[in-house]
């Protein structure tokens, strides 16, 4: 993948980023954190911010749903949570959060990654999905998350 992006518009204007020729970001929403008992894992629950809506349940481990619900409620912890305590650091260092990016799913597991701008230029770093929203989602303004079409397609 490539460090830079562009905003383009296809020929239903419908807002989208275009990293490489072949691969399409969409922009998402982060709807919810929901844990129904007695499933054993909550879901974070996403949909597109723009038609068709198609929405991404992810099913992720407790402490990860725990620090994306919180982010979201922008609650903080008394005792600065890791993705606290990284975003803190990011801001010290005055770099920014351009926005969290979903690349791929592959049997069951999301890859994604942490566009950042610093100082000395833009900087794509591979995360894990749940870290990467925790951390787009305390930002002062969140930053966007984006999701490759490919992940999406297929799913209504």
Known sequence: MTDES?????SS??????????????????????????????????????????SLAVTVALADAQAIAMALEGRTNPRPST???????LQGL?????????????????YAELVL????GQVTIPCRLTDGLAIALRQIVPAPVLCAESVLHGRY
């Open 117 to 120: 701008m610093s100082p000395r």
């Open 94 to 110: 005055n770099v920014d959060v351009i926005a969290v990016r979903i690349i791929k799913q592959e049997l069951g597991v999301y």
């Open 83 to 89: 993705h606290e305590l990284f975003v803190s650091t």
């Open 6 to 10: 562009s905003t383009t518009e296809n």
């Open 13 to 54: 204007d419908e807002p989208m980023v275009v990293v490489e020729e072949h691969e399409t970001f969409r922009v998402i929403d982060v709807i919810s954190v929901t844990y129904f008992l007695p499933d054993p894992h909550p879901e974070i629950n996403m949909q597109e911010a723009e038609e068709p809506f198609r």
